[in-house]
């Protein structure tokens, strides 16, 4: 069956302009995550959705970050007044219920803000 | 604060080794341990998830051990191929809040034909 997909596979964008990544994760999942993969800090947890509970927004660098997920499924990230230090991989993964999953991961959007 | 640590960074190996990949992290009370693999350019792919109570999981030439007592993983690669090169990754979720996961910073395998 279909991955994880996320789009675009690569942005652009200007400093201070605002970005949306979208993830479409595996059918049925409940669970999603996205995580940073960047050169100085390696790979970062962001938020995660779990359902319709509330979600654990502590990987959240700043108030310019966040997402959500609509009808429990699709989910975008947005980020607000990009900065150059907003460069990097955003990885989006789901699993079938939980933390107590095995995750799946989409192919990534690398985000360059000149 | 879970810290996460993998030894080496790098690693290259003739073809058809045996090896190690060792993961350490600082607070035992964990809710599991993940590795996973990535490959230049592309998504993480999860290779053995091991839950706490569980001491080791095997998927073919892979094996994966936990001793959480002295806050140690490692990834057993038998018979090593030049398509097992890649970054592996360990991550580990804590019991306080197991839905964040804490990854370490990989070791990045290559494998000479």
């Known amino acids: 069956g279909a991955g994880v997909s996320q789009s675009p596979s690569n942005k652009v964008t200007e400093k201070g302009k605002d970005v949306e990544l979208r993830c479409d994760p595996i059918?049925?999942?409940?669970?999603l995550y996205w995580y940073r993969q960047s050169l100085g800090q390696g790979l970062e947890f962001l938020i995660y959705?779990?359902?319709?509970?509330?979600?654990?927004k502590s990987g959240l660098p700043s108030d310019r970050f966040s997402a959500e997920r609509t009808g429990g499924s699709v989910s975008t990230l947005t980020i607000q007044r990009t900065q150059q230090e907003d460069s990097a991989v955003y990885l989006c993964?789901?699993?079938?219920?939980?933390?107590?999953?095995?995750?799946?991961f989409g192919p990534g959007t690398r985000l360059t803000v000149l | 604060k879970q810290e996460v640590t993998q030894i080496p960074a790098a690693l290259s190996v003739p073809e058809g080794e045996n090896l190690v990949l060792n993961c350490s992290f600082t607070?035992?009370?964990?809710?599991?341990l993940q590795w996973f693999r990535q490959d230049p350019g592309k998504g993480l792919t999860s290779l053995l998830l091991?839950?706490?109570?569980?001491r080791e999981q095997t998927s073919g030439r892979l094996n994966a051990s936990l001793d959480k007592s002295s806050g140690r993983s490692t990834l057993y690669i038998a018979a090593s191929q030049p398509g097992d090169s890649a970054t592996y990754l360990c991550?580990?979720?804590?019991?306080?809040?197991?839905?964040?996961?804490?990854f370490g910073s990989g070791t990045r395998l290559s494998i000479r034909p």
């Open positions: 091991i839950q706490s109570s569980q």
């Open positions: 607070d035992s009370a964990i809710y599991n």
């Open positions: 059918s049925g999942h409940t669970a």
């Open positions: 991550a580990v979720r804590r019991k306080s809040s197991a839905s964040k996961i804490i």
């Open positions: 993964a789901s699993s079938p219920t939980g933390p107590s999953d095995t995750q799946y």
């Open positions: 959705f779990q359902g319709n509970s509330a979600p654990d």
